[in-house]
């Protein structure tokens, strides 16, 4: 799961990172997906991991999280802000242990709580993350950074200036964990 946390926080990375050298208009522009534009998608990436993220921190945000459905309405805040809940992802999942993935999740739903296993929500959140970053992928065309890197071993050195960027080595991806 820790690796799997930098995976996402990578591609959200290299995906904001192109998107950064659009202009605003190419930002907002109408786009054929399930939500109009890279704007609107992105930040429904955003909000949405807000949710999930609040709710395995032991939060009560809810469905609060999309009371905005844009609250980003450039790629630099779009930037910073998936940055930042992608880091509190990470912190997570460094802290998490083995005998914690089946610990119970309450995850506020408005007039209910559902309650998910740790690993099951994280499967979830990992996969609605690549399903909408495929979705802006597609919406960029084959301009669009390649997002499905590997962890190969012997491709380190290709990832080491990005990691770099984010402030991550090697060593903090494969550490081993008691």
């Known amino acids: 799961m820790r690796a799997q946390a930098r995976n996402n926080a990578w591609a959200n990375h290299r ?3 192109f998107c950064a050298g659009l202009s605003q208009a190419e930002f907002e522009q109408e786009r054929t997906g399930f939500f109009p534009s890279l704007r609107a998608t992105l930040n429904h990436i955003l909000i949405i991991d807000h949710f999930y993220v609040d709710a395995l921190e032991g939060g009560t945000l809810g469905p609060a999280a999309w009371a905005d459905r844009e609250p980003c309405r450039d790629v630099a805040s779009l930037q910073a802000a998936q940055a930042a809940v992608d880091r509190r992802l990470i912190a997570w999942c460094e802290a998490l242990r083995e005998k914690d993935l089946g610990r119970i999740i309450e995850v506020q739903r408005g007039h209910r709580v559902q309650r998910e296993r740790t690993d099951r929500l994280l499967l979830h959140l990992f996969q609605h993350q690549i ?3 495929g979705q802006a992928h597609a919406m960029l065309g084959r301009a669009a950074p390649q997002l499905d890197e590997f962890y190969c071993w012997g491709e380190a ?7 770099a960027a984010l402030g991550w080595s090697e060593d903090d991806l494969w550490a081993e964990r008691r």
């Not at 050195?157 to 990691?163: C, D, I, K, S, V």
Request: aromatic residues 8%; proline residues 8%.
């Open 15 to 17: 995906l904001l990172g």
């Open 157 to 163: 050195h290709l990832r080491a200036p990005e990691f």
């Open 131 to 133: 399903h909408h970053r």
